[in-house]
């Protein structure tokens, strides 16, 4: 697990891209009276997702789809599920597919077609080694990011972390690696953009 510092300074370009676009959200000018909000949202979404080093897995792609429900105009309930295939650092020859299902509440800033908002959730990852044994863990999901919204289509950028309470894999002196016994505290991140339908 890293020291509390290494975690301080590897969150400073999500909380920078998080309060960027909060900033422009709120200086973008737009008028209340353009906003339409429509009940149901199917998106595709895709990015880049980087990994506490106790998981032993590269910076890696992910893909993923999430549907969502409007709850008045300023929140949506979200399901969202991703996955990502990384390499792993001690054996780059060997893969990790990593299956990420959350549950996600989305609290737009303002009642416009361009707006930040945050999200905050929880759910679960199960990570699934080539040369280990697979592991899951529950997450709790922090993040911030930015909506446009065009008719009935809209696109976002955001920024989110992951906490969650795994068990580290041990590679030396064990061939194949194992896992340990006691669970440790990571923290996962990512950048993610997509584009979604309104019904």
């Keep these: 697990m890293h020291p509390l510092g290494n975690h301080f300074m590897r969150s400073l370009p999500l909380g920078a891209f998080v309060a960027a676009v909060g900033l422009a959200g709120f200086l973008w000018p737009a008028s209340a009276d353009a906003y339409q909000r429509h009940p149901l949202i199917v998106a595709v979404t895709g990015g880049a997702c980087s990994f506490d080093d106790d998981r032993g897995l590269r910076d890696e792609a992910t893909v993923g789809a999430r549907t969502g429900v409007g709850i008045g ?116 991140e990512s950048l993610v953009g997509g584009f979604g339908v309104e019904f």
């Design 73 to 188: 105009d300023f929140v949506t309930l979200w399901t969202d599920l991703s996955y990502s295939n990384p390499l792993q650092k001690a054996q780059p020859s060997a893969t990790a597919d990593v299956y990420a299902l959350r549950m996600m509440v989305q609290i737009d800033a303002v009642r416009t077609p361009f707006a930040p908002y945050a999200i905050v959730g929880g759910g679960g990852v199960l990570y699934s080694f080539d040369n280990a044994v697979s592991n899951a863990a529950g997450v709790l999901v922090l993040g911030g990011g930015l909506r446009y919204r065009f008719g009935r289509a809209v696109l976002f950028a955001e920024g989110r972390g992951e906490m969650s309470r795994v068990r580290a894999i041990e590679t030396f002196p064990f061939d194949p690696p194992v896992l340990a016994p006691e669970r440790t505290t990571t923290w996962n």
